[in-house]
Protein backbone atom coordinates (compact mmCIF):
# COMPACT_ATOMS: atom_id res chain seq x y z
CA UNK A 1 0.00 0.00 0.00
CA UNK A 2 1.28 3.42 -0.99
CA UNK A 3 1.56 6.66 1.27
CA UNK A 4 -1.52 7.98 -0.13
CA UNK A 5 -3.80 4.67 0.57
CA UNK A 6 -2.35 4.71 3.91
CA UNK A 7 -3.22 8.74 4.39
CA UNK A 8 -6.75 8.33 3.20
CA UNK A 9 -7.15 5.46 5.68
CA UNK A 10 -5.84 6.86 8.15
CA UNK A 11 -7.57 10.06 7.50
CA UNK A 12 -11.57 8.13 7.53
CA UNK A 13 -10.72 6.55 10.76
CA UNK A 14 -10.05 9.98 12.51
CA UNK A 15 -13.56 10.99 11.03
CA UNK A 16 -15.55 8.63 12.30
CA UNK A 17 -13.81 9.26 16.02
CA UNK A 18 -14.13 12.79 15.66
CA UNK A 19 -18.50 13.04 15.18
CA UNK A 20 -19.30 11.61 18.44
CA UNK A 21 -16.81 14.15 20.51
CA UNK A 22 -18.56 16.45 18.32
CA UNK A 23 -21.58 15.43 19.34
CA UNK A 24 -20.94 15.20 22.90
CA UNK A 25 -19.35 18.50 23.10
CA UNK A 26 -21.99 20.49 21.27
CA UNK A 27 -24.47 19.01 24.07
CA UNK A 28 -22.42 19.49 26.98
CA UNK A 29 -22.06 22.66 25.63
CA UNK A 30 -25.52 22.70 25.26
CA UNK A 31 -26.59 22.32 29.02
CA UNK A 32 -23.90 24.60 30.21
CA UNK A 33 -25.57 27.65 28.72
CA UNK A 34 -29.02 26.22 29.43
CA UNK A 35 -27.80 25.92 33.09
CA UNK A 36 -26.38 29.25 32.84
CA UNK A 37 -29.48 31.08 31.22
CA UNK A 38 -32.24 29.19 33.30
CA UNK A 39 -34.61 31.88 35.60
CA UNK A 40 -33.04 31.78 39.28
CA UNK A 41 -35.92 31.09 41.89
CA UNK A 42 -35.42 33.57 44.71
CA UNK A 43 -36.72 31.87 48.71
CA UNK A 44 -40.03 33.99 49.14
CA UNK A 45 -40.00 34.69 53.60
CA UNK A 46 -43.36 34.25 54.89
CA UNK A 47 -44.52 35.93 57.55
CA UNK A 48 -45.06 34.69 61.04
CA UNK A 49 -48.78 34.08 61.66
CA UNK A 50 -50.76 35.96 64.57
CA UNK A 51 -53.73 34.71 65.93
CA UNK A 52 -56.34 37.08 67.03
CA UNK A 53 -57.15 35.90 71.06
CA UNK A 54 -59.43 37.26 73.52
CA UNK A 55 -58.37 36.87 77.01
CA UNK A 56 -58.83 37.25 80.74
CA UNK A 57 -57.33 39.28 83.39
CA UNK A 58 -57.23 37.05 86.51
CA UNK A 59 -56.90 37.74 89.87
CA UNK A 60 -57.21 35.70 92.94
CA UNK A 61 -60.25 36.39 94.58
CA UNK A 62 -62.67 34.77 97.33
CA UNK A 63 -65.62 33.38 94.77
CA UNK A 64 -68.73 31.94 96.43
CA UNK A 65 -70.42 30.30 93.10
CA UNK A 66 -74.37 29.62 92.91
CA UNK A 67 -75.50 25.80 92.62
CA UNK A 68 -77.64 25.54 89.34
CA UNK A 69 -80.02 22.41 89.54
CA UNK A 70 -83.48 21.25 89.16
CA UNK A 71 -86.45 19.83 91.30
CA UNK A 72 -90.01 19.10 91.42
CA UNK A 73 -92.77 20.61 93.54
CA UNK A 74 -94.17 18.30 96.36
CA UNK A 75 -96.66 18.90 98.83
CA UNK A 76 -95.84 19.50 102.32
CA UNK A 77 -99.26 17.58 103.51
CA UNK A 78 -101.18 15.08 101.34
CA UNK A 79 -103.74 12.77 103.19
CA UNK A 80 -106.28 10.20 101.19
CA UNK A 81 -109.44 10.08 101.75
CA UNK A 82 -110.79 6.93 102.03
CA UNK A 83 -114.33 5.71 103.42
CA UNK A 84 -114.33 4.56 106.80
CA UNK A 85 -117.94 2.72 106.61
CA UNK A 86 -119.74 0.79 104.01
CA UNK A 87 -122.73 3.18 102.77
CA UNK A 88 -124.00 5.00 99.59
CA UNK A 89 -122.63 8.82 99.11
CA UNK A 90 -125.97 10.89 99.75
CA UNK A 91 -124.55 14.43 100.60
CA UNK A 92 -121.79 16.02 98.78
CA UNK A 93 -120.14 19.59 99.89
CA UNK A 94 -120.17 22.12 97.38
CA UNK A 95 -116.09 22.65 97.50
CA UNK A 96 -116.40 18.85 96.56
CA UNK A 97 -114.79 18.91 92.98
CA UNK A 98 -111.47 18.65 91.46
CA UNK A 99 -108.91 22.28 92.53
CA UNK A 100 -111.76 23.43 94.87
CA UNK A 101 -110.01 25.21 98.14
CA UNK A 102 -111.68 24.09 101.30
CA UNK A 103 -111.07 24.60 105.00
CA UNK A 104 -110.20 22.47 107.48
CA UNK A 105 -113.57 20.60 108.64
CA UNK A 106 -115.39 21.66 105.82
CA UNK A 107 -117.38 18.68 104.57
CA UNK A 108 -116.73 16.70 101.38
CA UNK A 109 -119.17 14.01 101.29
CA UNK A 110 -121.88 12.24 103.62
CA UNK A 111 -122.80 8.42 103.74
CA UNK A 112 -126.10 7.36 104.32
CA UNK A 113 -126.41 7.61 108.39
CA UNK A 114 -129.71 6.09 108.74
CA UNK A 115 -128.81 3.12 109.90
CA UNK A 116 -126.05 3.96 111.94
CA UNK A 117 -128.33 6.74 113.33
CA UNK A 118 -130.24 3.29 114.00
CA UNK A 119 -127.78 1.42 115.15
CA UNK A 120 -126.33 4.26 117.77
CA UNK A 121 -130.13 4.41 119.36
CA UNK A 122 -130.30 0.76 119.59
CA UNK A 123 -126.77 0.72 121.63
CA UNK A 124 -127.86 3.64 123.83
CA UNK A 125 -130.87 1.70 124.62
CA UNK A 126 -128.49 -1.48 125.63
CA UNK A 127 -126.48 0.55 127.25
CA UNK A 128 -128.77 1.93 129.26
CA UNK A 129 -130.73 -1.22 129.80
CA UNK A 130 -127.24 -2.32 131.48
CA UNK A 131 -126.97 0.68 133.74
CA UNK A 132 -130.29 0.02 135.34
CA UNK A 133 -129.03 -3.56 135.55
CA UNK A 134 -126.09 -2.11 137.16
CA UNK A 135 -128.02 -0.37 139.83
CA UNK A 136 -130.25 -3.53 140.09
CA UNK A 137 -127.67 -5.62 141.28
CA UNK A 138 -125.70 -3.28 143.38
CA UNK A 139 -128.69 -2.98 145.82
CA UNK A 140 -129.12 -6.30 145.78
CA UNK A 141 -125.50 -6.59 146.76
CA UNK A 142 -125.80 -3.91 149.44
CA UNK A 143 -129.07 -5.67 150.92
CA UNK A 144 -127.50 -8.87 150.66
CA UNK A 145 -124.50 -7.91 152.65
CA UNK A 146 -126.65 -6.29 155.40
CA UNK A 147 -128.46 -9.58 155.86
CA UNK A 148 -124.61 -11.32 155.96
CA UNK A 149 -123.58 -8.95 158.56
CA UNK A 150 -126.49 -9.70 160.75
CA UNK A 151 -126.19 -13.83 159.74
CA UNK A 152 -129.17 -13.88 158.27
CA UNK A 153 -127.67 -15.43 154.57
CA UNK A 154 -125.14 -17.83 154.30
CA UNK A 155 -121.30 -17.01 152.66
CA UNK A 156 -123.02 -18.87 149.31
CA UNK A 157 -125.49 -15.83 148.75
CA UNK A 158 -123.17 -13.18 149.11
CA UNK A 159 -120.48 -14.51 146.75
CA UNK A 160 -123.08 -15.20 144.10
CA UNK A 161 -124.47 -11.47 144.76
CA UNK A 162 -120.85 -10.16 144.46
CA UNK A 163 -120.61 -12.42 141.00
CA UNK A 164 -123.59 -11.00 139.64
CA UNK A 165 -122.15 -7.05 140.31
CA UNK A 166 -118.95 -8.34 138.56
CA UNK A 167 -120.96 -9.81 135.54
CA UNK A 168 -122.98 -6.64 134.83
CA UNK A 169 -120.29 -4.67 134.99
CA UNK A 170 -118.16 -6.71 132.41
CA UNK A 171 -121.38 -5.94 130.38
CA UNK A 172 -121.91 -2.85 131.15
CA UNK A 173 -118.27 -1.99 129.65
CA UNK A 174 -119.27 -4.25 126.63
CA UNK A 175 -122.25 -1.77 126.37
CA UNK A 176 -120.27 1.17 126.21
CA UNK A 177 -117.46 0.26 123.86
CA UNK A 178 -120.45 -0.52 121.48
CA UNK A 179 -122.09 2.55 122.07
CA UNK A 180 -118.65 4.34 121.45
CA UNK A 181 -118.63 2.33 117.94
CA UNK A 182 -122.06 3.08 117.00
CA UNK A 183 -121.19 7.24 117.58
CA UNK A 184 -118.05 6.65 115.88
CA UNK A 185 -119.43 5.00 112.93
CA UNK A 186 -121.98 7.61 112.53
CA UNK A 187 -119.45 10.22 113.03
CA UNK A 188 -117.88 8.39 109.69
CA UNK A 189 -120.67 9.07 107.21
CA UNK A 190 -119.14 12.53 106.96
CA UNK A 191 -115.91 12.77 105.25
CA UNK A 192 -114.42 16.38 106.14
CA UNK A 193 -111.25 18.26 105.02
CA UNK A 194 -108.20 17.33 107.55
CA UNK A 195 -107.01 20.70 106.60
CA UNK A 196 -106.82 23.90 104.74
CA UNK A 197 -105.75 22.81 101.01
CA UNK A 198 -106.88 22.07 97.45
CA UNK A 199 -109.48 19.05 96.79
CA UNK A 200 -107.65 16.01 94.45
CA UNK A 201 -108.07 12.97 92.72
CA UNK A 202 -111.93 12.99 93.00
CA UNK A 203 -112.89 9.45 92.55
CA UNK A 204 -116.49 9.41 93.67
CA UNK A 205 -119.39 11.02 93.50
CA UNK A 206 -123.61 11.27 94.65
CA UNK A 207 -125.46 8.09 94.67
CA UNK A 208 -121.88 5.84 94.22
CA UNK A 209 -121.70 2.86 96.82
CA UNK A 210 -118.68 2.83 98.72
CA UNK A 211 -117.15 -0.30 100.57
CA UNK A 212 -114.63 0.23 103.38
CA UNK A 213 -111.55 1.76 102.52
CA UNK A 214 -112.75 3.21 98.66
CA UNK A 215 -110.83 6.03 97.84
CA UNK A 216 -113.28 9.14 97.60
CA UNK A 217 -110.38 11.92 96.98
CA UNK A 218 -106.92 13.84 98.19
CA UNK A 219 -106.66 16.99 100.02
CA UNK A 220 -103.46 18.83 99.11
CA UNK A 221 -101.97 20.75 101.80
CA UNK A 222 -101.25 24.27 99.23
CA UNK A 223 -99.92 26.53 102.17
CA UNK A 224 -97.30 23.86 102.67
CA UNK A 225 -95.02 23.31 99.40
CA UNK A 226 -91.98 21.69 99.54
CA UNK A 227 -88.86 21.52 96.46
CA UNK A 228 -87.62 18.30 96.19
CA UNK A 229 -84.29 18.48 94.47
CA UNK A 230 -80.86 16.29 94.38
CA UNK A 231 -77.31 17.04 95.10
CA UNK A 232 -74.10 14.99 93.93
CA UNK A 233 -71.85 13.33 96.34
CA UNK A 234 -69.54 16.12 95.19
CA UNK A 235 -72.38 19.29 95.58
CA UNK A 236 -73.20 17.89 99.04
CA UNK A 237 -69.49 17.50 100.32
CA UNK A 238 -69.17 21.23 99.14
CA UNK A 239 -72.12 22.63 100.73
CA UNK A 240 -71.89 20.59 104.28
CA UNK A 241 -67.90 21.66 104.13
CA UNK A 242 -68.34 24.73 106.37
CA UNK A 243 -69.67 22.90 109.22
CA UNK A 244 -72.78 24.84 109.25
CA UNK A 245 -76.33 23.26 109.30
CA UNK A 246 -78.03 22.67 105.84
CA UNK A 247 -81.23 23.70 107.68
CA UNK A 248 -82.53 26.88 106.63
CA UNK A 249 -80.27 27.94 104.21
CA UNK A 250 -82.49 29.98 101.62
CA UNK A 251 -83.08 28.86 98.12
CA UNK A 252 -84.22 30.67 95.08
CA UNK A 253 -87.01 28.77 92.76
CA UNK A 254 -88.05 29.34 89.22
CA UNK A 255 -90.84 28.27 87.41
CA UNK A 256 -91.75 28.89 83.83
CA UNK A 257 -95.06 29.15 82.81
CA UNK A 258 -95.18 30.18 78.58
CA UNK A 259 -92.75 32.97 78.29
CA UNK A 260 -92.41 33.88 81.76
CA UNK A 261 -90.59 33.15 84.65
CA UNK A 262 -91.63 33.40 87.95
CA UNK A 263 -89.42 33.13 91.31
CA UNK A 264 -90.17 32.45 94.50
CA UNK A 265 -88.11 32.39 97.76
CA UNK A 266 -87.78 28.93 99.90
CA UNK A 267 -85.97 27.98 102.70
CA UNK A 268 -84.12 24.49 103.33
CA UNK A 269 -86.14 22.55 105.78
CA UNK A 270 -84.19 18.54 105.79
CA UNK A 271 -82.05 16.34 104.15
CA UNK A 272 -83.58 13.26 102.59
CA UNK A 273 -83.51 9.66 104.51
CA UNK A 274 -81.67 8.33 102.46
CA UNK A 275 -78.29 8.20 99.96
CA UNK A 276 -78.77 6.95 96.87
CA UNK A 277 -76.42 4.19 96.46
CA UNK A 278 -75.55 4.32 92.83
CA UNK A 279 -75.33 7.86 92.73
CA UNK A 280 -74.12 8.92 96.31
CA UNK A 281 -76.50 11.67 95.88
CA UNK A 282 -78.87 13.27 98.59
CA UNK A 283 -82.32 14.55 98.32
CA UNK A 284 -82.99 18.19 99.48
CA UNK A 285 -85.97 19.43 100.63
CA UNK A 286 -87.30 23.62 100.45
CA UNK A 287 -90.44 25.12 101.75
CA UNK A 288 -91.92 28.05 99.60
CA UNK A 289 -92.28 30.53 101.89
CA UNK A 290 -96.00 32.27 101.16
CA UNK A 291 -97.22 29.15 99.14
CA UNK A 292 -100.72 29.71 99.78
CA UNK A 293 -100.22 32.66 97.81
CA UNK A 294 -98.51 31.07 94.70
CA UNK A 295 -99.73 29.59 91.74
CA UNK A 296 -97.69 26.62 92.30
CA UNK A 297 -99.03 23.02 92.47
CA UNK A 298 -96.83 19.57 93.40
CA UNK A 299 -95.64 18.41 90.03
CA UNK A 300 -94.47 21.82 88.93
CA UNK A 301 -90.62 21.24 87.46
CA UNK A 302 -88.66 24.36 88.71
CA UNK A 303 -84.77 25.70 88.49
CA UNK A 304 -82.93 25.34 91.78
CA UNK A 305 -80.22 27.51 92.90
CA UNK A 306 -78.37 27.78 96.25
CA UNK A 307 -74.95 28.84 97.49
CA UNK A 308 -72.64 26.74 96.63
CA UNK A 309 -69.09 26.46 99.44
CA UNK A 310 -66.59 29.73 99.31
CA UNK A 311 -63.96 28.89 97.02
CA UNK A 312 -60.58 31.13 98.87
CA UNK A 313 -58.06 33.10 96.81
CA UNK A 314 -58.54 31.31 93.14
CA UNK A 315 -58.80 32.67 90.27
CA UNK A 316 -61.79 32.71 87.80
CA UNK A 317 -62.29 32.66 84.02
CA UNK A 318 -64.75 31.65 81.06
CA UNK A 319 -64.47 27.44 80.65
CA UNK A 320 -63.09 28.26 77.17
CA UNK A 321 -59.73 29.01 78.51
CA UNK A 322 -59.21 25.42 79.43
CA UNK A 323 -56.91 23.39 77.22
CA UNK A 324 -57.00 19.66 77.70
CA UNK A 325 -58.17 18.78 81.35
CA UNK A 326 -55.86 20.98 83.03
CA UNK A 327 -54.06 23.96 81.13
CA UNK A 328 -54.63 27.34 80.38
CA UNK A 329 -52.45 29.78 78.29
CA UNK A 330 -51.45 33.65 79.12
CA UNK A 331 -49.91 35.76 76.84
CA UNK A 332 -46.28 36.69 77.40
CA UNK A 333 -44.72 39.30 75.11
CA UNK A 334 -46.90 38.73 72.50
CA UNK A 335 -46.92 34.49 72.44
CA UNK A 336 -48.47 31.88 74.23
CA UNK A 337 -47.10 30.22 77.28
CA UNK A 338 -48.37 27.12 78.94
CA UNK A 339 -49.52 26.87 82.69
CA UNK A 340 -50.45 23.84 84.44
CA UNK A 341 -53.99 24.27 86.94
CA UNK A 342 -56.43 22.37 88.73
CA UNK A 343 -59.94 23.40 88.23
CA UNK A 344 -61.97 23.56 91.93
CA UNK A 345 -65.15 24.24 90.15
CA UNK A 346 -67.81 26.24 88.11
CA UNK A 347 -70.00 29.11 88.73
CA UNK A 348 -72.29 29.89 85.35
CA UNK A 349 -70.07 29.58 82.03
CA UNK A 350 -67.12 30.14 84.41
CA UNK A 351 -64.10 27.82 86.03
CA UNK A 352 -62.38 28.47 89.38
CA UNK A 353 -59.34 27.30 89.23
CA UNK A 354 -55.74 27.54 91.16
CA UNK A 355 -52.14 27.50 89.47
CA UNK A 356 -50.57 24.27 89.67
CA UNK A 357 -47.45 23.85 87.70
CA UNK A 358 -43.84 25.19 88.41
CA UNK A 359 -44.43 28.48 86.55
CA UNK A 360 -46.93 29.58 88.39
CA UNK A 361 -49.85 32.09 87.56
CA UNK A 362 -49.86 35.81 88.65
CA UNK A 363 -52.56 38.52 89.22
CA UNK A 364 -53.16 40.73 86.35
CA UNK A 365 -52.12 37.79 83.72
CA UNK A 366 -53.65 37.70 80.98
CA UNK A 367 -55.18 34.29 79.75
CA UNK A 368 -56.30 33.33 76.78
CA UNK A 369 -59.88 32.43 76.17
CA UNK A 370 -59.98 31.80 72.39
CA UNK A 371 -60.02 28.05 71.48
CA UNK A 372 -57.15 27.62 68.60
CA UNK A 373 -57.10 24.63 67.09
CA UNK A 374 -53.42 25.06 66.10
CA UNK A 375 -52.66 26.74 69.28
CA UNK A 376 -49.76 25.63 71.70
CA UNK A 377 -46.84 27.28 73.84
CA UNK A 378 -44.72 29.74 71.55
CA UNK A 379 -47.33 30.94 68.66
CA UNK A 380 -47.51 34.31 67.73
CA UNK A 381 -50.90 36.28 69.31
CA UNK A 382 -52.97 39.22 69.00
CA UNK A 383 -55.21 40.32 71.91
CA UNK A 384 -58.10 41.46 70.50
CA UNK A 385 -59.88 44.26 72.81
Not at 62 to 77: S, T
Not at 111 to 116: E, K, Q, R
Not at 127 to 151: C, G
Given at each position: MNNDAVKKVTGGVAAVFKRPLLIIAVTIVAIVLLLVTRPKLEP??????????????????????????????????????RALVPGRIVKAGPNFSEGARVVAGELLVE??????RNDLAEQKAL?????????????????????????NV??????????????????LEQRRISLARAERALRDTRLTAPYEGVVHAVSADLGKQLSVNDKVAEVIDTGRLEVRFSLSNAQYGRVIADGEPVEGRPVGVAWQVGNEVLRFDATLARVGAEIDSSTGGVDLYAVIDNADESPLRPGAFVWITMKDMVFKGVFRAPDSALYGSNNVYVVRNGRMESREINVLGYTGNDMLFESAGEVPIADGDQVVITQIREGGAGIRVEVRQ
Open positions: VLLDERVWPVEVAEVYRRDVQPELELFGEVVAGRRSELIDPFDYFSEAQVRMQTVERELKRIRELYDENSEQNLDDAVLAVEQQTAT
